[in-house]
């Protein structure tokens, strides 16, 4: 009988335990990536806001990981930053994007003890760096037109009112 009674209670408090999740320290979803829209970049270089929400009552230190599959994306390893008790804050992600396209990052949150708490989300970024490129000529273009029809009207003005 006694052996049993051991069994059923080693098996009520050995089973929880051994599925329990190895980061049991933090609850889950207290401190995570907010998923977002599309994001559209117009540049190589620019700084990609992901937003942090923090459900604890204090305010927390963490790290804003990002990570590309795409060798066409660069992304700075990770971000450090602090947000306060029960708020949200963008961290600012540096990427650098040498093609056009749409491009997947993968965003987590982790400690400075690199312990993960929260699970990965996925950004989708757009990219068209060229077209301000395309932008800075085609206005330098319509400068030069202006600049050269204001310079032909003011020819013009003085040649008939010298004759």
Not at 2 to 8: A, E, L, Q
Not at 98 to 107: A, D, H, P, Q, R
């Amino acid at each position: 009988m006694t052996k049993t009674i051991r069994m059923i209670l080693a098996a009520m408090f050995l089973v929880p335990v051994s599925f329990a999740p190895a980061q049991a320290a933090l609850p889950q979803a207290q401190v995570y990536v907010v998923k977002g829209s599309n994001i559209n970049m117009v540049s190589r270089d620019t700084k990609v806001p992901v937003s942090i929400q923090n459900n604890y009552n204090r305010a927390v230190r963490i790290r804003v990981h990002a990570r590309s599959a795409d060798p066409a994306v660069t992304v700075q390893d990770y971000v450090s930053l602090t947000i306060p008790a029960n708020s949200r804050k963008d961290a600012l992600l540096p990427v650098t994007i040498i093609s056009n396209g749409k491009f997947t990052l993968k965003v987590w949150v982790t400690t400075f003890t690199d312990l993960r708490i929260s699970n990965t989300t996925d950004l989708t970024i757009t990219a068209n760096p060229d077209i301000e490129l395309y932008i800075l000529f085609g206005f330098g273009i319509f400068i030069a037109v202006l600049v050269g029809l204001g310079a032909y009207r003011m020819f013009r003005r003085n040649k008939v009112g010298n004759i």
